[in-house]
């Protein structure tokens, strides 16, 4: 194994020293990233700028914010001071997350998302090269200003994630690197190649955009208690989180299972829904079982086409097998 990251745990009760703790470890196993994601909890930019100041190689990433959460210029400002104090290790990831989050916690419609996004990619872009910004688009006018400081870099990577057609192929029009979730590994390819078409009907190069799979991953030499937080995520995901989830994992095979999880899901049987999810799934969207079986379905992953496996730890993970997953699938164990 080569380039791996992770998501940095976002337990409730988090403390500021395990998180530092967490990175150190991170990069003397020598790990390529550390991703930190934005919900309805601590902010993203916040705890990177903690880990930014506790690191000194490990790359830093946002993982994601939402575009309907603050203006691209003040993303870009952020991300392109956090990528100053960091000394040039910062990498920008964008999404849209969805209409609950986006309505009921910001208060912002859940409007053309793809649209918003495309014109976020652009605009960020334009202001971290340093050029006077001047923009256009449908959603944004633009005019007269430049960034006060010249960036560190002029090319921070600002990735995009994406599990619709459209929206993968808007990452290939416009982004540095793609973040699928809940795609099965063998579909990966698959669905890579809206990204392969995007990039070229742009005049850009597939092979530069570097494609980075967040996976659930759970694993210990107690192989079936790190299964059980696994199967619970992917069901949260298959029956609780709307649309978007269930239609993909459908697209990919497994429409049996996803009606069996989201009816048992909704009907508030949430046992039958854990063992909706089959051993089949787990191992096509999730990293889990043994070390060494986990390590398998990663490696798996790159002959599949990832750059950058992204591991998800699930929030019901205990402390100990988060440790034992970080330090089971660090780069070269």
Request: proline share 5%.
């Amino acid at each position: 194994m080569s380039d791996i990251g992770f998501v940095a745990p976002y337990w409730s009760d988090l403390k500021t020293e395990e998180l530092v703790e967490t990175a150190r470890l991170a990069e003397e196993l020598g790990y390529h990233s550390i991703w930190v994601p934005e919900m309805w909890g601590r902010d993203a930019f916040s705890i990177l700028g903690l880990i930014a100041l506790s690191t000194k190689r490990i790359r830093l990433a946002t993982g994601i914010i939402p575009v309907f959460s603050r203006s691209p210029a003040v993303i870009a400002q952020t991300i392109a001071t956090l990528d100053e104090i960091s000394g040039g290790r910062m990498m920008l990831g964008l999404g849209t997350s969805g209409p609950a989050v986006i309505e009921n916690w910001h208060g912002v419609r859940f409007e053309k998302p793809l649209r918003r996004t495309r014109e976020y990619v652009e605009i960020i872009k334009m202001i971290l090269s340093g050029a006077r910004v001047d923009y256009e688009g449908e959603m944004f006018s633009l005019k007269g200003f430049r960034l006060q400081f010249k960036p560190l870099r002029s090319d921070t990577p600002v990735l995009v994630a994406a599990i619709g057609p459209r929206n993968i192929r808007l990452a290939g029009e416009t982004a540095d690197g793609w973040i699928p979730f809940m795609i099965p590994k063998e579909g990966l390819r698959d669905a890579g190649k809206g990204l392969r078409e995007g990039a070229l009907s742009a005049g850009r190069e597939a092979d530069k955009i570097m494609v980075c799979p967040y996976i659930t991953a759970s694993v210990s030499e107690r192989g079936d208690s790190a299964k059980s937080a696994v199967r619970e995520h992917i069901a949260y995901y298959i029956g609780g989180m709307g649309a978007f989830y269930y239609n993909t994992v459908c697209r990919y095979g497994f429409a049996d299972e996803a009606d069996a999880i989201k009816g048992a899901w909704e009907g508030g049987k949430k046992g039958a829904a854990l063992e909706a999810v089959s051993d089949r799934m787990l191992d096509s969207f999730s990293v889990s079982g043994t070390p060494g079986h986990g390590r398998s379905i990663i490696a798996d992953y790159y002959k599949e086409g990832a750059d950058i496996p992204v591991l998800v730890f699930p929030p019901k993970a205990s402390r100990e097998i988060v440790r034992e997953t970080i330090i089971s699938l660090a780069p070269g164990a």
